[in-house]
């Protein structure tokens, strides 16, 4: 139980002896999840049918209009705690709930969602320069269920995307969602080598950018 959390051969990788350890007033009803999806993106979740979870299990998310897909990355104590550095507001009635674990049939469907990302990401950047918006399309990601997408993107301003979403949504019949995000998360999500020959840190363990100033910059 537990593990590695980085899923890398970093020296770094650590055991989580924590994962299973809740606080005295919680039971496994109402223990919080972070589950990682497609490259850096993590989300917290409610284990409210009080399913036998570890870390590494796939499970079946609630979302917006049809479920996710996505990797246990912490649990119990470190979960909570976690919630409250990225300062998550509400009670535990206003967290997403896990439905259960994934099953054949939903991972074979995000097998299949995954498999359209780099046609539709191509795709994509066409549209846009028939557009001529002047923005880039960095990445795209499908909800596990295969009938949403999110479009990352980066712009110096702001962009007016409302015909592009009716041209993505007419070509890939998926509901379409709009991410700007900046250089530094761009790199996060298409991954690379650093200049010390091993994978970028905000690609493998890094969740926070720590502001640069332009003297350390310099």
């Given amino acids: 139980k537990g593990g590695c959390k980085t899923g890398g051969c970093n020296k770094m990788n650590a055991y989580d002896w924590f994962d299973s350890m809740q606080q005295p007033t919680q039971s496994e009803f109402n223990n919080v999840y972070e589950i990682r999806f497609k490259n850096t993106r993590k989300e917290f979740f409610r284990n409210a049918n009080g399913l036998s979870l570890i870390t590494g299990d796939f499970v079946a998310v609630e979302s917006d209009r ?78 596990g269920d295969n009938t949403k997408a999110i479009f990352y993107y980066i712009s110096d301003q702001r962009v007016d995307f409302r015909e592009l979403i009716k041209l993505l949504a007419g070509e890939f019949k998926i509901r379409i969602e709009m991410k700007q995000i900046g250089l530094r998360f761009e790199s996060a999500l298409v991954g690379g080598i650093g200049s010390c020959g091993r994978e970028l840190c905000c690609a493998t363990w890094l969740s926070d950018f720590k502001t640069v100033s332009t003297a350390a910059a310099r």
């Fill in 66 to 143: 049809g479920f996710d897909v996505g990797q246990i990355s912490l649990g119990g104590i470190l979960a909570q705690l976690q919630m409250r550095k990225k300062k998550v507001r509400g009670g535990l009635d206003k967290v997403k709930k896990i439905y259960r674990r994934a099953t054949k049939e939903d991972l074979e469907k995000l097998q299949l969602a995954r498999s359209r990302e780099h046609e539709t990401l191509v795709r994509s950047r066409e549209i846009v320069r028939i557009l001529n918006l002047d923005m880039k399309m960095s990445e795209v990601e499908y909800q």
